[in-house]
């Protein structure tokens, strides 16, 4: 029986051909590496419990094979059952952890990832990388002696990413349009954020890698929707709407944080090297998180040939794992590295990487022409924590 979490065949095909394209880490001889990776997870909220879920899910001989050991950062102990520390460098300094996980408030992501200057094993960040406040070269800098880095963009793990991902390069399609949708219900929301950035960059990261060349997404044009939809103010920037350019290929991109429902789709129309039109169509966490489904097609005398398709929305989950299936992918993934710079299943997303996705975010925001503020709050808000977790992905 396939799980979500245990890859087949045809899909190991694929992700052998994406491994082989674009940024790649290349192994190093450390033999079987430490019995014991130490991780430390700076912020244990809502990001960093997924984190310490994945972690602990993947611990010991039966998954990854060294055992995992867990310590965390935050500015209160909440968690009894793991080391605590007050703060980051008491932890480098005591802990030595062979990874850690920055999963703080993402308006915390530069301070923490700043106070890691000087750290030399690998750094996995949720995303965005930074605010557009934030001083990107300064976060560069402290990160300069890192073994590895990858931004959580998690989307890069789901099957119908990798498959088309494999397709495309495999077939050499070169991408003529493309439009995403990216959206999702965090009105009143407890947590704080930086806005809709943290959200299109999951669509912009997943379009970027369909270029053949390493093209970079060109912004074009932006208009947005601010609101007090967040607790982090009355105009944050809550939705947006893009065009830009991918090499000669056109893209559009709408993402949301008050869409009423969750709605991630890629649409995309590709030229084959005979110059015919092939159409791709991913949808992602429909109905529920990590149900994925991918169609690749062309029309021929007037009927259309499937030639590629992925659908993981009746594929079990095993008991306790819901919502981290792609997450536990890119940990694994970064555990691996930690222990003995096992190269990545699926590229990581580097250092120069995610600034240069954050440049683009900052552009974007510092660009949209704003219309707002929506007032869905004009009475003042009463704030619960939010136990919704399929609302929250």
């Known amino acids: 029986m396939n799980d979500r979490n245990t890859r087949n065949p045809a899909e190991a095909v694929h992700l052998a051909d994406v491994r082989d394209l674009g940024e790649t880490v290349e192994p190093t001889d450390a033999g079987d590496g430490p019995s014991t990776v130490k991780v430390l997870i700076a912020g244990m909220g809502y990001a960093g419990t997924r984190f310490r879920n994945a972690l602990r899910s993947l611990s010991g001989p039966h998954e990854l094979g060294p055992h995992i050991e867990i310590a965390y950062h935050a500015r209160h102990r909440t968690v009894e059952d793991i080391p ?40 996995l960040a949720e995303k965005p990388l930074t605010s557009v406040h934030d001083d990107l070269d300064a976060v560069t800098e402290a990160l300069s002696e890192v073994s590895g880095f990858a931004l959580d963009l998690v989307g890069r793990y789901s099957e119908a990413s ?151 929305r009746h594929d079990p989950v095993p008991e306790g794992l819901d919502t981290i299936v792609g997450l536990r992918r890119i940990v694994a993934d970064a555990v691996r590295f930690a222990h003995h710079r096992q190269r990545p299943v699926v590229p990581f997303a580097g250092i120069e990487e995610s600034v240069r996705l954050q440049r683009l975010l900052n552009d974007i925001e510092r660009s949209a022409l704003p219309t707002g503020p929506a007032g869905y709050f004009p009475h003042g808000r009463q704030t619960t924590a939010e136990t919704d977790l399929e609302r929250l992905g």
């Open 84 to 123: 605590y520390y007050p703060t980051v460098e008491g932890a480098l300094d005591d802990f030595a952890p062979d990874l850690v996980v920055v999963a703080v408030t993402d308006s915390a992501h530069a301070e923490i990832l700043t106070r890691l200057g000087g750290y030399r094993g690998f750094v």
């Open 162 to 312: 990798t498959a088309l991902h494999a397709y495309v390069h495999r077939h050499r399609l070169t991408l003529v349009r493309a439009h995403a949708t990216w959206g999702k219900n965090r009105i009143n929301d407890h947590r704080p954020t930086v806005g809709v950035t943290s959200e299109v960059i999951h669509s912009l990261d997943l379009v970027q890698r369909l270029g053949l060349y390493g093209q970079h997404l060109q912004l074009e044009n932006a208009v947005g929707v601010t609101s007090d939809y967040s607790v982090s103010g009355p105009e944050v920037l809550d939705s947006v709407a893009l065009t830009a350019r991918l090499g000669d290929a056109v893209v559009s991109a709408y993402s949301s944080f008050v869409n009423v429902t969750r709605q991630r789709t890629i649409d995309c129309v590709f030229r084959d090297q005979e110059g015919g039109l092939v159409y791709a169509a991913a949808e992602y966490s429909n109905p529920t998180w990590d149900a994925d489904q991918l169609r690749i097609w062309r029309v021929v005398d007037g009927q259309e040939e499937t030639l590629c398709a992925v659908d993981t």
